[in-house]
């Protein structure tokens, strides 16, 4: 199906871990985003990119690493996980279209839970 | 104080009513709305997407923007049970930026 797919759904894992959230979009999108999802704070901006190869630095980008090689990947990284990165993640993206960005589609998100 | 201020309720209607869903924001430049649903576990489902002042309609579903005022509406006709979600206002320039989100619940 066309769309935008998050995996894993949910992760346990513990502090200092590596982990990786894998973002997988069918549109040929050209932006694609991360987002953290918290109480009190809403939908945080972590990393964006404009096409493949192409990254930059959202609001709360420390702890985090992004890559995207194809235009249809844009995995998440935390390198060395801590508590305080306990949060539903988001992946989105959105066309461009006459110079300006079209509205973002989400997937359904991936529950982390850092212990 | 914040970019896009909303009420997160929560909200509790009966079956029926008409809602009201508010946003208020800082920043003039935005110049594009949107509003979006978002159900328990699920990601946000854009609703409305909105460039100008005035409203725009979509089913039971009105979007309104004063941009002298810096404030959005997303009004509900006839409000049903399955439009119990958090509802999330959006604005844009360059980024998008969201609001913390309205849950409503639509009582049968």
């Known amino acids: 199906d066309a769309g935008i797919t998050q995996s894993p759904r949910y992760k346990i894992t513990e502090t200092g871990r590596q982990v990786t959230l894998m973002c997988h979009q069918t549109?040929?999108?050209?932006?694609m985003f991360w987002y953290r999802q918290d109480l009190g704070h809403g939908l945080r901006l972590i990393y964006y990119?404009?096409?493949?190869?192409?990254?930059d630095k959202g609001e709360v980008p420390d702890g985090y690493v992004v890559s995207r090689s194809k235009t249809e990947n844009f995995p998440l990284t935390l390198e060395s996980a801590t508590r305080s990165q306990t949060s539903v993640y988001f992946c989105?993206?959105?066309?461009?279209?006459?110079?300006?960005?079209?509205?973002?589609?989400f997937g359904d998100g991936t529950r982390l839970s850092i212990l | 104080q914040k970019e896009v201020e909303q009420d997160p309720g929560p909200l509790s209607v009966p079956e029926g009513a008409i809602v009201s869903l508010n946003c208020t924001y800082s920043n003039s430049a935005f110049q594009y709305f949107m509003w979006y649903r978002q159900y328990s576990r699920k990601g946000p489902e854009l609703l409305m997407y909105t460039y100008s002042s005035g409203n725009k309609e979509d089913g039971r579903f009105t979007a309104q923007v004063d941009k002298s005022s810096k404030y959005i509406s997303l009004f509900i006709r006839d409000s049903q049970p399955s439009d119990s979600a958090t509802y999330l206002c959006a604005m844009k320039t360059q980024n998008f930026v969201f609001g913390p989100g309205t849950r409503l619940s639509v009582l049968p």
């Open positions: 549109w040929s999108h050209s932006y």
């Open positions: 990119s404009a096409a493949a190869d192409i990254t």
């Open positions: 989105a993206s959105s066309a461009r279209t006459a110079g300006s960005n079209q509205p973002q589609h």
